[in-house]
């Protein structure tokens, strides 16, 4: 199955669907807010830097829009927060590396601040996760945030992945302070599992 044909992936009240360049400009309106890009890798601070940035193709394809679903059906998805999802290869020796190719994805989202406290996060990357693990027919699926981002470390915890590395001041944030970091990830079987409870 091609990874097109998965897409848009919906719950009950979401979808999560490609992101076009025509939805970069909706993606700054909670990106740049303060609150929000203190805890990004990459934070732009006017839109001809973000639109530079995150119109390249490369970053482009690997960027997934949270619409929120119309409860009526009447009106159309709103946009409430995006989904990076970097499929990349496994580490593996020379000899079987071939065979690790494409087989993981680092995992990154953020929510618009508005829609937080509802489970609309929650929701939509237990559904990233389960196309990954499932249709997408990937191994693993990880992610990393810093130690004082508890909402995201909170979300990472309650889908059921697993910790699997706490660093001490390994990350330089651009307030000048070395913070912790931590990194969670989970196998297929072991979401398999989770699911079938």
């Given at each position: 199955m091609s990874s097109h044909d998965v897409w848009p992936v919906r719950t009950d009240r979401l979808q999560v669907r490609?992101?076009?360049?025509?939805?970069v400009d909706v993606m700054w309106e909670w990106r740049r807010l303060p609150q929000v890009n203190r805890w990004l890798g990459l934070a732009p601070d006017t839109i001809e830097a973000f639109r530079e940035r995150y119109l390249d193709p490369d970053r482009l394809r690997a960027m997934y829009l949270v619409d929120l679903l119309p409860e009526d059906g009447?009106?159309?998805p709103r946009p409430i927060g995006d989904v990076m999802i970097r499929v990349g290869d496994g580490w593996?020796?020379?000899?079987?590396a071939d065979q690790a190719k494409g087989v993981e994805a680092e995992l990154g989202w953020v929510l618009d601040p508005e829609y937080t406290g509802r489970g609309y996060a929650t929701e939509a990357i237990r559904?990233?996760?389960?196309?990954?693990l499932g249709p997408l027919g990937l191994r693993r699926v990880h992610a990393g945030c810093f130690a004082d981002n508890e909402p995201s470390w909170r979300l990472m915890e309650?889908?059921?992945m697993r910790r699997e590395e706490f660093s001490r001041k390994t990350a330089l944030h651009r307030s000048g302070e070395w913070l912790d970091g931590l990194n969670y990830g989970i196998l297929a079987e072991e979401?398999?599992?989770?699911?079938a409870r």
């Open positions: 490609p992101m076009t360049a025509d939805d009447g009106d159309a593996a020796q020379l000899e079987v559904a990233v996760i389960d196309t990954c309650r889908l059921g979401w398999a599992a989770l699911r």
